[in-house]
């Protein structure tokens, strides 16, 4: 089953962009369905955005509609999260994860808790 790392946080004032990328390895992600979730401190694991490998459908929560966007690029077998106008309350660790078998009605939080795989994660810290 495909493995994921992630990479690209950092610290960033408010207002400032960060671009956070997620790796697949061991084998593609066709057929998968990836998503960015982040942990606050003390918090629960809150869902982001996700995106269909096939086809490339998208769903985001509320909280980041706007502000940040899902993508991926094929010939690197990445998925990338860009975040534009980061607010303190963005800090966070985040992570990707990857789930086999999702239908669109499913490409949503619901997807954390069964995931095939998720990274380390990556902390981004925005300063105020």
């Known amino acids: 089953q495909v493995q994921v790392v992630e990479s690209g946080g950092g610290l960033v004032q408010a207002g400032g962009s960060l671009r956070l990328s997620c790796a697949a390895s061991a084998r593609t992600f066709r057929n998968y369905a990836v998503t960015w979730f982040r942990q606050a401190s003390g918090q629960e694991r809150e869902f982001l955005a996700a995106i269909r490998w096939n086809g490339g459908a998208t769903a985001y929560a509320d909280s980041v509609k706007g502000r940040f966007t899902i993508s991926r690029d094929s010939a690197k077998n990445t998925v990338y999260l860009q975040m534009n106008n980061l607010k303190p309350s963005d800090t966070a660790v985040y992570y990707c994860?990857?789930?086999?078998?999702?239908?669109?009605?499913?490409?949503?939080?619901?997807?954390?808790?069964?995931?095939?795989?998720w990274g380390q994660g990556t902390l981004v810290t925005v300063s105020s």
């Open positions: 994860g990857a789930k086999t078998g999702v239908i669109l009605s499913e490409l949503g939080p619901r997807m954390l808790d069964r995931l095939d795989a």
